[in-house]
Nanobody, 121 residues
Framework: QVQLVESGGGLVQPGGSLRLSCTAS????????MRWYRQAGGKQRDLVAY???????DYAQSVLGRFTIFRDNAKNTVYLQMNSLKPEDTAVYYC???????????????WGQGTQVTVSS
């Protein structure tokens, strides 16, 4: 069984910064992609950023230039550095990862429980 645990959410003023963390634990042979999604009240869950095990990344247009995703493979941890935060960034942020849990070369998708980010003055 694999668990993803997020941390780092909270209340921040517009223009401020937060860093989210997500650590995967359990029986893990490899993690391919790690992603951050967010879901604002009453809206669909949207992809914010992802990073592959080779370090390649991509971002949603709305966060490009403000958010940075990076990972520490030795710690099975992905981070999301969020700068210049705006009220429209307010959402529950979810971590997602493709994890190989046995040696069958197949990857399975796991989700974290989410962490609230609120941007307000």
């Amino acid at each position: 069984q694999v668990q993803l645990v997020e941390s780092g959410g909270g209340l921040v003023q517009p223009g401020g910064s937060l860093r989210l963390s997500c650590t995967a634990s359990g029986t893990i042979f490899s993690i391919r992609a790690m992603r951050w999604y967010r879901q604002a009240g009453g809206k669909q869950r949207d992809l914010v950023a992802y990073i592959y095990d080779d370090g390649s990344t991509d971002y949603a247009q709305s966060v490009l230039g403000r958010f940075t995703i990076f990972r520490d493979n030795a710690k099975n941890t992905v981070y999301l550095q969020m700068n210049s935060l705006k009220p429209e960034d307010t959402a529950v942020y979810y971590c997602n990862a493709d994890v190989m849990v046995t040696l069958d070369q197949r990857f399975y998708e796991y989700w974290g429980q989410g962490t609230q980010v609120t941007v307000s003055s």
